[in-house]
């Protein structure tokens, strides 16, 4: 066999070995796709900035991207209204979505965990009922959700509110996914040979391997139940009960005869968004969008 003919031809020293160019094109359309889109999110979120600074007389008369005069007259109006009607709103939904989200997220690690790390009979069945109940929307389930808390007697109630957010199909799919990919099996079995107990193994060892994929659980339960309107909408009457989103529909819907309520509600909604860009700024660090690459790792 001629061994010069099987060598491989190396490139010489001080010669740089040929790169692949990309057309111009190729990455000037999906940058201009990204850019469509994020002005198409974030021009919404321009218009409330610039229409909660203008008055009642401002909002239809002036342009709707330009800055108005009563910014801080309409924060002080909202604040007073129907005596801090809209801090009491605002303190509900931090109570739904902050005590739901928390809940939700335990259950989905517990439930989550189960699924990934446990044998069982029936296992299968219960995976397929959890994404069946993921591919079922959350609004067809509002009627039947209203008639089983009235049969307990805890309609119109905080408890309404709160229970049903409690268990999430999808949270509990992405905790499943995510222990098996983050929670070593080996690990597991070698706290057990070390006589730790099911509850110990769970709370000391899985849990803070699992807590960059919780931690996007809670943020995505939280902004789901904070944006809510349907479930409080059906399920409460008292308005001292109201979270933000049925609070600002209710200004909204005032505000057909009293049109200075429909800057109260924008200055409120505008409020509404803070809340959730602090969440994703302080959990930015923990937050991971793949949370199956794990499953990709050797």
């Given amino acids: ?17 040929p790169t692949r160019r990309t057309r111009p094109g190729v990455r000037v359309i999906p940058t201009i796709i990204l850019l469509l889109g994020a002005v198409y999110t974030l021009l919404p979120i321009i218009w409330v900035i610039t229409a909660s600074t203008k008055s009642s007389g401002e909002l239809f008369t002036s342009g709707s991207f330009t800055f108005g005069t009563g910014f801080w007259d309409n924060l002080a109006q909202l604040s007073a209204y129907s005596g801090g009607a809209f801090w009491k709103w605002a303190g509900n939904s931090l109570l739904y979505a902050g005590g739901g989200a928390i809940l939700s997220t335990f259950v989905s690690a517990t439930a989550g965990y189960a699924l990934a ?5 029936g296992r299968s069945l219960v995976f397929t009922v959890l994404l069946a109940g993921v591919l079922i929307p959350q609004i067809t389930l509002a009627i039947p959700q209203y008639l089983l808390v009235s049969e307990i007697g805890l309609s119109n109630s905080y408890w309404s509110v709160l ?36 509850f110990r193994i769970f709370r000391s060892i899985a849990l803070p391997m699992m807590v960059p994929g919780l931690v996007t659980v809670f943020m995505l339960q939280f902004i789901g139940i904070w944006n809510n309107f349907l479930l409080p909408f059906i399920m409460l009457s008292d308005e001292s009960k109201f979270p ?15 049109p200075v309520l429909y800057t109260l509600a924008i200055m409120g909604a505008l409020l509404s968004i803070i809340p959730l860009v ?15 690459s794990g499953s990709l790792k050797g």
């Fill in 1 to 17: 066999m001629n061994t010069t003919s099987a060598t491989v031809a190396r490139p010489r020293l001080g010669h740089a070995l």
């Fill in 117 to 121: 790390r446990y044998n069982f009979r």
């Fill in 163 to 198: 229970l049903p957010s409690i268990i999430n199909p999808f949270g509990i799919y992405l905790a499943c996914i995510y222990a098996q990919s983050s929670v070593p099996g080996d690990t597991i079995e070698a706290a057990r040979i070390d006589g730790g107990n099911e």
């Fill in 244 to 258: 933000l989103t049925q609070g600002l529909y209710l200004l909204l819907n005032r505000g057909t005869g009293t």
């Fill in 278 to 292: 602090a969440l994703m700024l302080f959990l930015q660090r923990f937050w991971r969008l793949d949370l199956i």
